[in-house]
């Protein structure tokens, strides 16, 4: 079986907060997928997810545009990276980690892929 999902067909919403938009093309729920979630997501500037991890899930993260910061290590927060439009970011299956915008002015676009067929998101903070 074969699947196209057209920008439109997208289920979109919004994601870990309100500065994120979730547009959700491959899942379970989508279209059947028993291994496999693909999304697209927009981040507003300067804005972060709380911190948390995907569980047994591993994710690629393929910068579209604008600029990232990744924060992550026991606590999400000892250690940091930065990747720009081009760069791919691989986030191993149980890391601690945040995700931000590191502009303060352009949104970030990435796209986003996992190896479970849903939004695994567990949070470790308090908000």
Not at 6 to 29: K, L
Not at 61 to 83: K, N
Not at 99 to 117: G, T
Request: net charge negative; hydrophobic share 35%; with cysteine.
């Amino acid at each position: 079986m074969a699947t196209r999902i057209r920008p439109d067909e997208r289920s979109t919403s919004t994601g870990q907060n309100a500065d994120m938009e979730r547009s959700i093309a491959i899942s379970a729920e989508r279209v059947g997928s028993i291994g496999l979630y693909s999304s697209v997501v927009t981040t507003s500037p300067g804005a972060k997810t709380r911190i948390h991890h995907h569980g047994e899930c591993e994710t690629s993260i393929w910068i579209v545009s604008g600029r990232a910061r990744y924060t992550f290590g026991p606590t999400g927060l000892e250690e940091s990276m930065e990747a720009e439009a081009g760069d791919f970011v691989y986030i191993a299956a149980g890391e601690v980690h945040v995700e931000e915008n590191a502009s303060d002015s352009e949104p970030l676009v990435v796209v986003i892929s996992r190896n479970c067929p849903g939004s695994v998101v567990h949070y470790l903070d308090e908000e």
